[in-house]
Structure formats: structure tokens, C-alpha cells
């Protein structure tokens, strides 16, 4: 044996984390067959996306979900879609991660009795709900439900995994997509404890878990981070993390185990921080964001998926998920990593930084109390309008080039790049006759759900006996496991709880949301400024009006927000309404409000349905003078067929200049009403 191998033994190797990739797509068939592909491959968990009809509840035929259905994810539309999605993979030998929010309840209760099924015992279970609905009013933007309904259905599912699924991670804290969204380290750590204190509040005051029992709640209570290419700082952040949970359980909880305290967290390193520009650039970023939680052994994560190096242009390949799975793997098993204690302890520079990020974070947890706690700073509009501010902060920083992104504002000179070469290859695509197979799927389920084999009871009986129980104050998963056995559908489920709950639109934070790039003489903004100006007189108006549209179910509204907050500072007026918007509800609006022109900001990938439908209905209302701009994660072959739809102008990525994409628009406000061009810079 050599020293390093007998130095190893005597320290005792620490175990890797758990590895898995973010995955699912088309349909639950095609999703099972991956699952099984990548644990084959050495993966140790899964982790499941759904698409964003069954995120929001909505079924496939729904028409929130044309263009939709297995886009980001799979759709799981009643029980029959979540047998295909685990056929031959034993659940109770599995951890699965679930990136469930609004209907994590409906979720959970048909992976319960698909596991029942397969005869698991429930109580052996191991996997996590994310259920996290705080920051979808921020953030994501698959809510539902207001927040006092959406907080019940949150603490009813705690309640319930305590008692039956003591394995079961019943809530993820996410502050992933705070990061995204904008959230600086400290915001990221104040919000995310900010929630999990509203959680916790709901829970102990619920009645519904005896004092004595706090302590396994607090001790299921999992974290799922972001963690951006500063990996000094992100590693930091995680230390200030644990200090700080291990404090509020022990002070506001009273829970004395240290076990309970322990903060537990799985991570997923930052995507909407990698490049189309350079995208192999993508794969270094990955691998330094992954060192912030694996290096520091006392704030190693538990659990770490890894986005691939090219979902800045589209949908990843299986090829994409191993390379980055073989990252994790390379590290752990090939490096010395998990040979040694934390590797920090007791450096000044760690210390000094974590002191500085407990401090201010701690200082901004406390005014979110003082305003009535995070429902309450969401409802007033305080936190989303606080990451549109810092989100707009940091997009000027790169604009400007204080922010230094490689390949994008800074060494954009390059050789052609072998990986994208042939880009309709370089992403996977979803066939766009998968929507259609998935919805004769669900009306043949809706036909022959109470036939042989399955015999399922009425569903309308489960559904009125959910919503007897919503108007009441009873814990609601048995009667959502009641729907799940008769059949019922996602969308049916979420409809009888919108029937009693009502919906939902969140504040957007682009009204209160400060300048964050000035117009003062001689800048590029106070140029566009002018060419706004100019342009409005031409046309004999008081004001440009451009409407920011967010069709279809996307709910990653960051880019849009931050389009509406620039154009407005440019001299627009902004008609912004939020997210889940059909292409009807948006020419409407456009034509009402006698708009200019309309941008629509979609990631989701269903830009090719609802782009050229928006135009379509303009085209029949006679507006052809509006020009329709998109925006979002659009391969190039897609963005040539949207140009030649109508699209005035496709902006990807790539297109980091707000203040140019600004004056762009102007530019085609003009063409579309035959103006001449102006001679302003922008």
C-alpha cells in the first residue's frame, strides 16, 4: 500500500455526493428509457423535470399548453403517464428528486401509489419534493394558488411525509433561481432563510406536528442552490449557509440535535450564466462552479446535478448529460477530493468573508420580518422588485464591461468550433408530433380510465371530496391520493383546487424597479433616448408603446423583465402583465393599448408554435404595422424560420447589449411605419 493510499485509510474517505442530471422530455416512455440509460452510466439519482403544463396544472389539451407538452421536461398528466415513467426502476431503491412546486402534492401522491404498486413499503421512500413556492412569485414563475393556499398545500405535504415517509425530503428551499433572477450571496442567503422560516412558522403553528416532533421536520428540510463561476465567494456563501441555519433552528425552533441543524443542500451549478457565444467555453465554468460546493468538506453538498455546455442553444443531447456526469465522477473517484478534511479551516481570508456574508444577510432576514415575513415581502412587491434592481445592476456591469464575460464582452475573437460545426446536431429537438401523441394519450386515459385493467372508481366523487376538503382546513394529501387512485388528471386536480383557491399573478417588480443605466448626455442610453423621441414625434404621439409579452408557460421571466425595464428608461411606454399569456390575450392587449410594437421572451423552446400564431392574429386584426420581435433560447435554423414567418428581429443569448436590442427596436418601429432611418448612434 503507499503513503498516499494508507494516509487516506487513516483519514477515512468521505463518501461522494449523490450525482445526478436533470432530465426528462417528450414523454414518460422516452424519459423512463433515459432514466434507466444514466443510471446504467454510474449516476446515483434521478431528477426529474417536468414540462411546464404539468408543473402549472394544467392538462397536455390544455390551451395554456400548446406548444408546451415534454418541451422542458415530461409530462405527467395522470397515473397511468407516472407508471411508464418508473417502469422496471424499484422506487423504494431509489432517491428521486422531483423539481415540483405549485402541484408538488398531486406529484408525490402518484409517485406514492406507483410505488405501492410495485409494492415498496412508503415509509422506506427516499427523495425530495421541491416544493418551494416562494420563489416561483420571484423567480420561476410555475405558481398557481395565492400564497395562503399555496402555503397550505406546502405545509400539508410536510405534515403528511413526517408521519408516513420519514425518508422523504418534503421541501427543497430553492434559492437556485433567486441567483438567476439576479439575487446577490447575500440576497440569495437572506430570501432563502426568509422562507424557510414562513415554512416552518406555517408548520409549527399548523397544529399539525406536536413541538416534539420539530426537530425531524427541521431535520427533512433540504436546500437546492445555485452556485455561479466566483467560486471563492460561492463556497463562502455555503459556510454563511450552515452558520446561519444552524442558528435560527437552535434560537427560533429550539432544536438541541445538531443532526436536525445540519444544513443539507443539493446544487445545481448556474445555466442561465453559460454562453452561446464560445459555448465550449461552458464546460470550464461548469467544472469551477461545481468546486464552490465540493471543495470545502464542512459545506460539501449532498447532492449535485450539472447542466450541459450547450443548453444556451437548445435542449441537451443524452452525449451532453454523461459529459457532464463524467465530470462529477472524474472528480471524485479520480481526484484526491474526498481524501481530506476541510481544506479551509482556519484561513482568515474564508472567515473574514463568511463573517461579512452572515452579517448582512442576517440584517436583511431582519427587515423581512419587520414587514411581515417573506409572504408579505412578496405580496408587497419588495423582493421581486429587489432582484429586478440587482439582476438590471448586474446586466449594466457586463454591458459596460466592468463584468468581464469571455467570449461575450471580452476575447470574442475565435476558431470555428468542431462542437457546433453542424448546429442542428449540436442540441437534441423534441418532435413536434409529440404534443399530438400525448394528448390522444390522455383522452384515450380520460375514455378508459374506470374500464379493465384498471378499474379505477369516478373520478368526479375524488374531486368533490377534494374540494370539500380544500374549504375546510383538513390535511389535503389523502384526499389528493383518493384522486390519484381514481384516475384523476393533473389538470382536473388543479382545477378543483382553482375553483376553491383561486389564482394567481404575481408582482412583476418592473414599475418599482430603480435605473440601473443612466441617460445623461453622451451615453449610448441618452442616444436611444433621443432616437425614442424623435421617433414618437414622427409619428405624432405622445410616446412609443411597446408591449413585452411572455407567451405560452414559461415562467423564467428574467430577460422580459429586464427588456421592459430598459425600454422604459429609454423614453417607452411599457405595457408589461406578467407571465402565462396566450397569443390571444397578447394581440388583444397590443391592440388595445395601440402598442408600437410587441417582444415576446420565450426560453421554454415553444417559440416556434406561439411566435408565428402572434402574428397570424395581428395579421387578421389588420396590424401589420406592429413589428413582433422575439427573444429567448432560439437555435439559429428556428430564428431564420421565425424571420421568415414576419419576426422582425430574433435576439438569442449572444445579444447581451440591452441598450442596442433597445435601439433596435426603434429601428423597426420606423421600418414597419416607413420612416426614413435616423442618423443617431445607438
Same mark, same amino acid.
Given at each position: 500500500m503507499s503513503e498516499r493510499d494508507t494516509a487516506a485509510q487513516g483519514r477515512g474517505k468521505d463518501r461522494p455526493?449523490?450525482?445526478?442530471?436533470?432530465?426528462?422530455?417528450?414523454?414518460?416512455?422516452?424519459?423512463?428509457?433515459?432514466?434507466?440509460?444514466?443510471?446504467?452510466?454510474g449516476q446515483t439519482g434521478l431528477s426529474v423535470a417536468f414540462d411546464l403544463p404539468t408543473q402549472t396544472g394544467y392538462d397536455p389539451d390544455h390551451v395554456l399548453a400548446r406548444g408546451e407538452v415534454g418541451r422542458v421536461g415530461v409530462p405527467v398528466a395522470h397515473l397511468g403517464d407516472m407508471r411508464k415513467l418508473f417502469q422496471d426502476i424499484p422506487l423504494e431503491r431509489m432517491n428521486t428528486s422531483m423539481t415540483i412546486n405549485a402541484t408538488a402534492m398531486w406529484l408525490l401522491a402518484l409517485y406514492q401509489v406507483v410505488a405501492e404498486e410495485q409494492g415498496a413499503d412508503i415509509s422506506a421512500l427516499q427523495g425530495t419534493t421541491q416544493n418551494d413556492i416562494v420563489k416561483e412569485y420571484l423567480s420561476r414563475?410555475?405558481?398557481?394558488?395565492?400564497?395562503?393556499?399555496?402555503?397550505?398545500?406546502?405545509?400539508?405535504?410536510?405534515?403528511?411525509?413526517?408521519?408516513?415517509? !420519514?425518508? #422523504? =425530503?418534503?421541501?427543497?428551499?430553492?434559492?437556485?433561481?433567486?441567483?438567476?433572477?439576479?439575487?446577490?450571496?447575500? /440576497?440569495?442567503?437572506?430570501?432563502?432563510?426568509?422562507?424557510?422560516?414562513?415554512?416552518?412558522?406555517?408548520?409549527r403553528d399548523s397544529g399539525q406536528v406536536p413541538q416534539e416532533r420539530m426537530g425531524d421536520v427541521v431535520g427533512r428540510i433540504s436546500f437546492f442552490v445555485n452556485a455561479g463561476v466566483r467560486f471563492i465567494e460561492e463556497m463562502c456563501k455555503m459556510r454563511a449557509f450552515g452558520r446561519i441555519w444552524d442558528r435560527i433552528t437552535r434560537e427560533r425552533y429550539g432544536i438541541e440535535n445538531p443532526r436536525h441543524r445540519r444544513f443539507r443542500y443539493g446544487v445545481q451549478v448556474n445555466s442561465l450564466g453559460l454562453t452561446e457565444a464560445q459555448p465550449e467555453n461552458n464546460v470550464q465554468r461548469i467544472v469551477l462552479e461545481m468546486l464552490a460546493v465540493t471543495l470545502s468538506k464542512d459545506a460539501?453538498?449532498?447532492?449535485?446535478?450539472? !447542466?450541459? #455546455? =450547450?443548453?444556451?442553444?437548445?435542449?441537451?443531447?443524452?452525449?451532453?448529460?454523461?459529459?457532464?456526469?463524467?465530470? /462529477?465522477?472524474?472528480?471524485?473517484?479520480?481526484?484526491?477530493?474526498?481524501?481530506?478534511?476541510?481544506?479551509?479551516?482556519?484561513?482568515?481570508?474564508?472567515e473574514a468573508k463568511v463573517d461579512e456574508l452572515v452579517e448582512a444577510a442576517?440584517?436583511?432576514?431582519?427587515?423581512?420580518?419587520?414587514?411581515?415575513?417573506?409572504?408579505?415581502?412578496?405580496?408587497?412587491?419588495?423582493?421581486?422588485?429587489?432582484?429586478?434592481?440587482?439582476?438590471?445592476?448586474?446586466?449594466a456591469r457586463i454591458e459596460s464591461g466592468q463584468d468581464k464575460i469571455v467570449g461575450v464582452n471580452v476575447f470574442q475573437e475565435t476558431e470555428p468550433s468542431p462542437l457546433t460545426a453542424d448546429l442542428d446536431t449540436a442540441i437534441q429537438t423534441v418532435d413536434p408530433d409529440v404534443e399530438a401523441r400525448v394528448v390522444r394519450c390522455l383522452r384515450q386515459w380520460r375514455d378508459t380510465r374506470y374500464q379493465p385493467p384498471y378499474n379505477h372508481p369516478r373520478a368526479s366523487k375524488a374531486l368533490e371530496r377534494l374540494k370539500e376538503a380544500a374549504q375546510g382546513t383538513e390535511n389535503l394529501m389523502e384526499a389528493t391520493l383518493e384522486c390519484a387512485?381514481?384516475?384523476?388528471?393533473?389538470?382536473?386536480?388543479?382545477?378543483?383546487?382553482?375553483?376553491?383557491f383561486g389564482e394567481y399573478r404575481a408582482p412583476t417588480g418592473v414599475s418599482s424597479a430603480p435605473v440601473a443605466v443612466t441617460a445623461e448626455e453622451g451615453t449610448r442610453l441618452a442616444d436611444v433616448r433621443r432616437k425614442v423621441e424623435l421617433t414618437a414625434r414622427d409619428l405624432g404621439v405622445g410616446k412609443l408603446r411597446f408591449l413585452v409579452g411572455k407567451p405560452g408557460l414559461d415562467g423564467h421571466s428574467n430577460g422580459a423583465e429586464q427588456i421592459a425595464v430598459r425600454a422604459r428608461d429609454a423614453g417607452f411606454e411599457v405595457v408589461y402583465q406578467g407571465i402565462r399569456l396566450t397569443p390571444e390575450q397578447i394581440v388583444d392587449a397590443a391592440l388595445a393599448e395601440d402598442v408600437h410594437a410587441v417582444g415576446l421572451s420565450v426560453l421554454s423552446g415553444s417559440h416556434a408554435r406561439l411566435v408565428p400564431e402572434v402574428l397570424q392574429r395581428l395579421r387578421v386584426a389588420g396590424a401589420t404595422d406592429i413589428p413582433v420581435i422575439a427573444g429567448g433560447i432560439i437555435p439559429s435554423g428556428d430564428a431564420d424560420a421565425l424571420r421568415e414567418a414576419g419576426v422582425a428581429a430574433v435576439f438569442t443569448p449572444k445579444d447581451f447589449d440591452i441598450t442596442g436590442i433597445i435601439g433596435r427596436i426603434v429601428d423597426e418601429i420606423r421600418t414597419a411605419n416607413k420612416l426614413d432611418p435616423l442618423e443617431v448612434a445607438a
Open positions: 455526493w449523490l450525482m445526478r442530471t436533470y432530465a426528462g422530455h417528450s414523454t414518460a416512455e422516452a424519459s423512463n428509457a433515459l432514466y434507466r440509460r444514466n443510471l446504467a452510466k414563475g410555475t405558481h398557481v394558488f395565492p400564497p395562503g393556499p399555496s402555503m397550505r398545500l406546502t405545509t400539508d405535504l410536510i405534515a403528511y411525509t413526517v408521519t408516513h415517509m !420519514p425518508k #422523504w =425530503n418534503p421541501i427543497n428551499i430553492c434559492s437556485y433561481h433567486l441567483q438567476e433572477a439576479g439575487a446577490t450571496p447575500v /440576497q440569495e442567503i437572506a430570501y432563502a432563510m426568509s422562507t424557510a422560516i414562513a415554512v416552518l412558522d406555517a408548520v460539501r453538498a449532498r447532492a449535485v446535478q450539472l !447542466p450541459a #455546455w =450547450n443548453e444556451a442553444l437548445g435542449l441537451p443531447r443524452p452525449w451532453d448529460q454523461q459529459w457532464s456526469l463524467r465530470i /462529477q465522477q472524474v472528480l471524485a473517484y479520480e481526484s484526491d477530493l474526498l481524501e481530506y478534511d476541510d481544506i479551509f479551516e482556519g484561513s482568515k481570508v474564508i442576517l440584517a436583511e432576514i431582519d427587515h423581512i420580518q419587520r414587514m411581515g415575513g417573506a409572504l408579505a415581502a412578496v405580496e408587497s412587491g419588495y423582493l421581486k422588485s429587489q432582484l429586478v434592481a440587482s439582476h438590471a445592476e448586474r446586466r387512485r381514481a384516475g384523476v388528471t393533473t389538470g382536473e386536480w388543479a382545477g378543483a383546487l382553482r375553483e376553491v
